[in-house]
């Protein structure tokens, strides 16, 4: 199996990285460091590895000045479940799911996983089922469907389900077989632009607008890494959109937070105000969603010659389900894991990563597709596609490998973790969360902004510098 160093090293050179820049680079600690049969340590290390050594190679850039920088794998792993070691006040986050939320089974005798975190799911479930919000009725009525054609008409209906594959019925799908054409991240030119040059500060980032219209983890957490090197990252929601109000606390770290409603012409019209003055637009809706508003990453190129444009989705942009709604924890259950580390424990059924290490993953490989790609930006010019998704990160994490016996590894102790928390101030009380586990010597990761909560803040850009 790849050390941790060389799957830097292909993270790194895949978007054309100067292998001599990962001199630069240390990293601590030894797998495994959390109970799982897959590589989850070493994941969440080299993936915020990537998004520290970017920031550390733009900042030479900017400034000549070069610096070390050093991941400590245990730091990194407990950052990619940040959302579980949040305190708001001393108080620990609140049940993370839906009450029907979990895991089914069907009529014969496959699983399938319900996501119903937000309304609008849990009340497409009920319609499809024709049953209501209560365990006991959706078990009783999916005993009256066969796995695959439930999902199947729970996607017709809006819902956001997953039947349990092996790795290999997964693989077999034509969708799997499509995925496997893409690249981790691409970083594709999709206009002509003048090369923008980087804004005077003194930080890595300092000077870069980034509009971060996602929600729930990946996309946040790539806003939220994006402004820890010094961008001013205004993060765009809707009050009619639900939000998981934990994660928007953990993940707003950093963020200015905007109201816009982009269903009115007058909100498009701000959002188009504001991309004109952007370096980095990323968005995680569902593909082709943003594009009838017009805001296509062509319509945005258009619009600001020079944008750096980051689709995040579920599936990836290639195969029959490219238009697929999906969470973590569903590409888990679609894509193998689950089955597989339920055979690995010697449990009768599903068993979850024991982080949303897809999410975490593909939300830092945001963040350092964005970045490169404002590097070549800034040197060649051009507008720019970053595209990942958290199925192709999962490929990527099964081909890391397997750890034997990783199931006799014992969860992380909070002795363990406390040293790798601060307490900062924020708009919801007194935060006790996660530090930056890329520590850069000369520009360190941190927040200058607090957490607030949505809409706390006017759609406008402050001022440079």
């Known amino acids: 199996m790849q050390s941790p160093r060389e799957i830097l090293h292909d993270i790194w050179t895949s978007v054309g990285g100067d292998p001599t820049v990962l001199d630069a680079v240390t990293l601590r600690g030894e797998e495994p460091q959390l109970p799982s049969s897959f590589r989850v340590a070493a994941a969440a290390q080299a993936s915020v590895a990537a998004t520290g050594l970017a920031a550390a190679h733009i900042w030479k850039l900017r400034s000549g000045e070069a610096q070390d920088v050093t991941v400590d794998m245990r730091h990194a792993v407990v950052e990619c479940r940040s959302e579980r070691y949040l305190r708001v006040d001393g108080k620990p986050p609140p049940p993370a799911w839906d009450a029907i939320a979990g895991i089914y089974k069907t009529r014969d005798q496959r699983f399938v996983r319900l996501h119903t975190n937000f309304p609008h799911h849990r009340d497409a479930v009920c319609k499809v089922l024709n049953c209501n919000a209560e365990r006991d009725e959706v078990q009783a009525a999916l005993l009256q469907w066969d796995a695959e054609a439930f999902e199947s008409a729970a996607y017709a209906g809006g819902c956001v389900v997953a039947m349990m594959r092996s790795y290999e019925e997964w693989s077999a799908t034509p ?14 030119k999709i206009g002509e632009a003048a090369p923008k ?11 870069i607008r980034v509009l971060d219209l996602s929600r729930v983890i990946a996309g946040p957490v790539a806003g939220r890494t994006l402004a820890a090197h010094g961008a001013d990252v205004m993060l765009v929601s809707s009050p009619e959109l639900p939000a998981i109000s934990w994660l928007t606390i953990d993940n707003s ?32 809706y569902r593909p082709r969603a943003l594009a009838a508003l017009g805001f296509s990453p062509e319509d945005t190129a258009k619009l600001n010659p020079g944008i750096v444009y980051v689709t995040l989705s579920a599936y990836g942009h290639a195969g029959p389900w490219a238009d697929r709604r999906g969470f973590d924890s569903l590409v888990q259950t679609s894509t193998g894991f689950n089955h597989a580390e339920g055979q690995a424990a010697g449990v009768d059924g599903p068993k979850e990563l024991p982080a949303q290490m897809l999410d975490h ?5 945001m963040a350092f597709g964005a970045m490169m790609a404002k590097v070549r930006q800034a040197r060649e010019g051009g507008s720019w596609h970053v595209r990942v998704s958290l199925a192709r990160t999962g490929r990527w994490l099964w081909n890391l490998g397997r750890v034997p016996d990783g199931f006799k590894t014992g969860d ?3 002795e363990s973790v406390k040293p790798l928390l601060e307490e900062l101030g924020s708009g919801f009380g007194t935060l006790s ?3 930056p586990s890329a520590i850069l010597s000369r520009t360190p990761a941190w927040w200058a902004r607090p957490s607030m909560p949505l809409g706390s803040h006017p759609p406008k850009w402050p001022a440079r510098g």
């Open 175 to 188: 969708h799997a077989q499509a995925l496997a054409t893409l690249p981790l991240i691409s970083i594709e």
């Open 197 to 207: 040059p980087w804004p005077e500060g003194e930080r890595p980032l300092a000077g």
């Open 253 to 284: 770290r950093g963020k200015l937070s905007s109201f816009i409603d982009l269903k009115s012409e007058e909100g498009r019209s701000t959002l188009r105000d504001l991309l004109r003055e952007a370096d980095i637009f990323s968005q995680g």
């Open 361 to 365: 993953a593909t939300g830092y490989f």
């Open 412 to 414: 992380l102790k909070s």
């Open 433 to 435: 969360s996660v530090k």
